[in-house]
């Protein structure tokens, strides 16, 4: 019995260095569940699930572009130009395919515009991205106004209220797209070409990758999924709403770092930012649920990241 004691107590510790940002969520969620009476509800853990879809799905693109040696800070305002632009057509047309269609038209076309100004080009990718960022802001306030997008079809509100399983539909959406993505880089030649250009652009051209068709498709495939996202978001809020991704560029990037991606390339891993999205995801859930004040939580986030990122990614558990 000791042996066997010994054994199982060597491997829960080597599964608690490996993985430790999971014990910090398990420790939160306990914490939090003993403070507040209304956080280990239902009712919470479904708003919770929902309201971090978006950035789940945001954050999954991010963490491609990380892997692949590059950065988007246009993510957050494509949500809001795509969100924008499907809420209009949906308006327009009562029909959710072409809102979607519309959404993934106006991502593909931003992530299509970084990736020929980096990949082809060779902009720098902070400065190009950062263009972008100003252009889909602009554009998801002119079109609208600056007011939500209102009239959008009743499906969209059934979406949002959607239980699966005891889980929003939405955050099952935000899954499938986190599995699909992870299936993409783990397991295929592109995937594996990702992580290469990512770790040393010269020797993946070495190795005869083309690292411009590299570049291009991340930054699609980032501008694709946040176009998805501002669907997502407006089936959360009921509304297109044209400001909706102004704060989610720094908790995105901050669930990515704690994720365990790095931000210097060719390390890291798709499925792990679902840590990072879930840590948090639990300690904003669990500080409003307390009545800590927003700048408060501002603060406990950041360091939280800088945590993160000053331990170069031990927290979130890619290295043994």
Same mark, same amino acid.
């Given at each position: 019995?000791?042996?066997?004691?010994?054994?199982?107590?060597?491997?829960?510790?080597?599964?608690?260095?490996?993985?430790?940002?999971?014990?910090?969520?398990?420790?939160?969620?306990?914490?939090?569940?003993?403070?507040?009476?209304?956080?280990?509800?239902?009712?919470?853990?479904?708003?919770?699930?929902?309201?971090?879809?978006?950035?789940?799905?945001?954050?999954?693109?991010?963490?491609?572009?990380?892997?692949?040696?590059?950065?988007?800070?246009?993510?957050?305002?494509?949500?809001?130009?795509?969100?924008?632009?499907?809420?209009?057509?949906? !308006?327009?047309?009562? &029909?959710? @395919?072409?809102?979607?269609? *519309?959404?993934? +038209? #106006? %991502?593909?076309?931003?992530? =299509?515009?970084?990736?020929?100004?980096?990949?082809?080009?060779?902009?720098?990718?902070?400065?190009?991205?950062?263009?972008?960022?100003?252009?889909?802001?602009?554009?998801?306030?002119?079109?609208?106004?600056?007011?939500?997008?209102?009239?959008?079809?009743?499906?969209?509100?059934?979406?949002?209220?959607?239980?699966?399983?005891?889980?929003?539909?939405?955050?099952?959406?935000?899954?499938?797209?986190?599995?699909?993505?992870?299936?993409?880089?783990?397991?295929?030649?592109?995937?594996?070409?990702?992580?290469?250009?990512?770790?040393?652009?010269?020797?993946?051209?070495?190795?005869?990758?083309?690292?411009?068709?590299?570049?291009?498709?991340?930054?699609?495939?980032?501008?694709?999924?946040?176009?998805? !996202?501002?669907?997502? &978001?407006? @089936?959360?809020?009921?509304? *297109?709403?044209? +400001? #909706? %991704?102004?704060?989610?560029? =720094?908790?995105?990037?901050?669930?990515?770092?704690?994720?365990?991606?790095?931000?210097?390339?060719?390390?890291?891993?798709?499925?792990?930012?679902?840590?990072?999205?879930?840590?948090?995801?639990?300690?904003?859930?669990?500080?409003?649920?307390?009545?800590?004040?927003?700048?408060?939580?501002?603060?406990?986030?950041?360091?939280?990241?800088?945590?993160?990122?000053?331990?170069?990614?031990?927290?979130?558990?890619?290295?043994?």
């Amino acid at each position: 019995m000791s042996v066997q004691s010994d054994q199982l107590a060597a491997r829960l510790k080597a599964w608690t260095l490996r993985y430790p940002s999971v014990i910090v969520v398990v420790l939160l969620l306990v914490t939090f569940s003993l403070m507040s009476p209304h956080f280990a509800t239902r009712t919470n853990l479904e708003a919770t699930l929902a309201a971090n879809s978006v950035i789940l799905i945001g954050a999954v693109g991010m963490t491609v572009v990380f892997i692949g040696g590059g950065i988007d800070l246009s993510v957050s305002t494509v949500i809001s130009a795509g969100a924008v632009v499907s809420g209009i057509v949906m !308006a327009e047309t009562q &029909s959710v @395919a072409l809102g979607v269609a *519309a959404a993934i +038209g #106006v %991502g593909a076309g931003f992530g =299509l515009l970084n990736g020929v100004l980096i990949g082809i080009f060779g902009l720098t990718p902070f400065i190009t991205t950062m263009g972008t960022q100003l252009i889909a802001r602009g554009l998801a306030f002119i079109l609208s106004g600056g007011i939500a997008v209102k009239d959008t079809p009743d499906a969209m509100f059934d979406l949002g209220f959607a239980v699966f399983l005891g889980i929003p539909v939405i955050a099952w959406i935000a899954v499938a797209i986190l599995v699909v993505v992870a299936t993409a880089v783990g397991l295929t030649t592109w995937g594996r070409d990702v992580v290469l250009c990512g770790a040393s652009r010269r020797a993946a051209r070495y190795a005869g990758i083309e690292t411009r068709k590299i570049d291009l498709s991340i930054y699609l495939l980032s501008g694709v999924l946040a176009g998805l !996202a501002g669907v997502v &978001s407006i @089936a959360n809020l009921g509304n *297109a709403i044209p +400001g #909706v %991704g102004d704060t989610l560029l =720094l908790i995105t990037i901050g669930a990515v770092v704690l994720g365990g991606t790095s931000m210097n390339g060719g390390e890291g891993s798709v499925s792990r930012t679902l840590i990072g999205v879930a840590l948090l995801a639990t300690l904003t859930s669990g500080l409003n649920l307390l009545g800590i004040p927003f700048y408060d939580q501002l603060v406990v986030q950041g360091v939280l990241i800088f945590l993160g990122a000053a331990l170069g990614g031990r927290l979130a558990g890619y290295r043994a």
